[in-house]
């Protein structure tokens, strides 16, 4: 017998979410980086802190985006949202009270949960077999949440060690503006993108030890994972390949 009602709905609903789950998970994040912008390019101080909760908003959707995609168990599930829960208020509070103390709070909480997703994302692609949109989405996902991380860890390395960065073109707004949170969020998330794609434009520079080390090792952890997903998904295509001929000579 075929299960009708609620409960076989929510069933279908869950099936349904966890089939594009890092589509949704990549929708999301392309999302929060485009209203980051629009928030960056706002005049009226009304209307960029108004952005500023979107973005807290945008966040948060993107939080709830990752649990989903990453929550395959219990143990997982669990972990997943005794992280997400308070990096997702931490954020929400950060929009509206710029205190350091809830700053770095939010940043940590934010750290570990993106982290713990990008490990188990990276599971998820080297135990596949086969290349298909889902597999695509969640690389493209891994690649853009590296971003997101060292976005946080750079907003950590201004709030404790100020002056960190060099400003090479920048008006009063955009000093001393690499605070990932608020309407201010583009500046580290385009520096963060710029160190990891290795572009390297020279308008904003680090100065201090610790935002040195930090580019240095995003540039090369970008470069090692587009080089070694590159292998993965050539492997997997050629494997692909040579299973089909067999299977047509047989």
């Not at 709830?64 to 208020?89: D, E, H, K």
């Not at 853009?144 to 201004?158: H, K, M, N, R």
């Not at 500046?187 to 993108?193: A, G, K, N, R, T």
Request: charged share 10%; aromatic share 10%.
């Amino acid at each position: 017998m075929t299960q009708t009602g609620p409960i076989s709905r929510i069933a279908r609903i869950r099936r349904g979410a966890q089939a594009y789950r890092f589509i949704s998970l990549l929708v999301s994040l392309l999302l929060l980086f485009f209203i980051a912008a629009v928030g960056y390019m706002l005049e009226d101080p009304s209307q960029r802190r108004l952005a500023g909760f979107a973005i807290a908003v945008l966040f948060n959707l993107m939080l709830l985006s990752a649990v989903n995609a990453i929550s395959q168990t219990r143990r997982t599930m669990t972990t997943a949202v005794a992280l997400v829960v308070p990096a997702g208020l931490l954020s929400l509070v950060s929009a509206a009270w710029k205190a350091d103390a809830v700053l770095v709070l939010n940043n940590l909480f934010s750290i570990a949960f993106i982290a713990l997703v990008v490990v188990l994302v990276l599971d998820f692609l080297f135990r596949s077999e086969t290349v298909d949109t889902n597999m695509i989405c969640a690389s493209l996902c891994v690649y853009l949440l590296l971003g997101f991380i060292w976005a946080s860890l750079y907003s950590l390395c201004e709030v404790f060690r100020p002056d960190s960065f060099v400003y090479a073109y920048a008006d009063e707004f955009e000093q001393a503006s690499m605070v990932f949170g608020g309407e201010k969020s583009l500046v580290p998330l385009y520096y963060s993108f710029v160190t990891l794609t290795t572009l390297g434009y020279g308008d904003i520079v680090p100065v201090s030890p610790p935002a040195k080390i930090l580019a240095v090792l995003e540039a090369v952890i970008g470069q090692i994972y587009l080089t070694v997903l590159v292998a993965r998904l050539v492997g997997l295509h050629i494997a692909h390949v040579t299973s089909g001929s067999s299977e047509n000579k047989s």
